[in-house]
């Protein structure tokens, strides 16, 4: 992990990939905090993939972030963990 925060922080130092970062970070938050609940609620994939009458490869491609969720989409996930979703613009 050591090697990893001083690599991040190497490459922060890049305007551009800072820009970038910044950028990307909002949805890599999110992303974050659903795995959390997600582990917090013990759940697999394919346990919460059931809950939300979806398939687990859905969630890897949402967890992974190779999907473009749907607000509805989030929706469904906050149902099934029994959380809050919320979405702010500032």
Do not use: C
């Not at 890049?14 to 659903?34: G, N, T």
């Not at 993939?49 to 491609?61: E, F, H, L, V, Y």
Request: hydrophobic share 40%; proline share 2%; glycine share 4%.
């Amino acid at each position: 992990m050591e090697n990893f925060t001083k690599f991040k922080k190497d490459a922060l130092k890049d305007k551009e990939v800072k820009r970038l970062y910044d950028e990307l970070k909002p949805e890599f938050d999110l992303i974050a905090d659903v795995m959390q609940k997600r582990i917090e609620k013990g759940l697999t994939q394919r346990e919460l993939a059931q809950k939300m009458g979806t398939k687990q490869s859905a969630i890897s491609r949402f967890e992974s972030g190779g999907y473009n969720p749907s607000l509805a989409f989030l929706r469904r996930i906050a149902d099934a963990l029994d959380a809050r979703l919320e979405v702010a613009v500032s």
